[in-house]
Structure formats: C-alpha cells, structure tokens
C-alpha cells in the first residue's frame, strides 16, 4: 500500500493477511457449497443422449476410442504447423485475446481429420483468421470454407 505502514495493524495489506487465519469452515458447509456449484441438475438419460448426439456429430469420441488418439495427433501436428506461420500478417492479429480475437481455423480441424486433410494444409496461413471470440465459439467445428476452397488456396 502506497503511504500506510506495513506495521500498522489498520493497513488494508494486514488486514486481508490475517482475515482467513486460524478461521476453519466446517465440513458440512463445504459440501453444501460444493453442492451449489455443481450447476444444472440433468438426469442420467439427458446426459446419455446429449453424448450420443456429440458421437454421431463428431464432436465428440469416447476416450477409449482409437480414432479419437489418432485424432489427439492429428491436432496436435495442425497446431505444430498453425505455430511456424508469422500471425502479424493477419488482420486483427494486435487484439488477439481471451475476450478479443480467437485464431480459427477457416476449415476446421475436426473436418480436416474426418477428410483426411494434411495437417500442413490445415495449419497453413491461407486457411488461418483472426475473428470475434463469440463467433469463435459458436462455430464450433463448422467450417467458414469448403474443402476445394481450401485446395484453391494452396
């Protein structure tokens, strides 16, 4: 703190140091409160479906799924090649954030491994953009291009 003592017992600083010390919450308090984090209740049945649905769509694949650990790799050779590019060349590469600008991959990562695409070509600086993070996040795996537009691009 700017002009308060670190001595003095009223100093914001102090104050906040020893607000938890020696105050234990009880057991039950912290499963209730646990309890209220959990967030929406869904029944057994809706969680089921809801996961089939991702399956089918290919969203989303079981962890003991081969083709899902293929897929792991696959991502992980695109992002390999996302990160050898020079981003600056982008437009709004400057505001680039959590809550600002998402790099997103114009055809997906998702359709690239489903059509055999190579992770070069997905990772190239063509199929690459900088766009809104709400527009980032309802996108999801759709793709902003099509399969030839990306070959054209090369």
């Known amino acids: 703190m700017f ?11 102090n104050l906040t140091r020893t607000a938890w010390t020696g105050k234990k919450q009880p057991i039950e308090a912290n499963e209730k409160r646990a309890k209220k984090l959990t967030g929406i209740k869904r029944s057994q049945e809706t969680i089921n479906k809801t996961r089939q649905t991702k399956i089918d769509k290919g969203i989303y ?3 003991d799924d081969l083709e899902y650990t293929e897929f792991k790799k696959y991502r992980r050779k695109v992002y390999y090649w996302t990160s050898k590019n020079d981003l600056t060349q982008l437009e709004n ?3 680039r954030g959590r809550f600002g600008y998402h790099l997103d991959h114009k055809y997906s990562i ?4 489903k059509n055999k695409v190579p992770p070069k070509v997905i990772g190239s600086i063509d ?5 809104c993070y ?13 399969l030839e537009k990306l070959y054209g691009l090369q």
């Open 127 to 131: 199929n690459l953009e900088f766009i």
């Open 134 to 146: 709400t527009d980032n996040l309802s996108k999801g795996t759709k793709c902003s291009i099509t």
């Open 93 to 95: 590469h400057d505001k």
């Open 110 to 113: 998702t359709e690239g491994f």
């Open 3 to 13: 002009g308060v003592s670190q001595t003095n017992p009223n100093s914001l600083s």
């Open 61 to 63: 694949w079981k962890p």
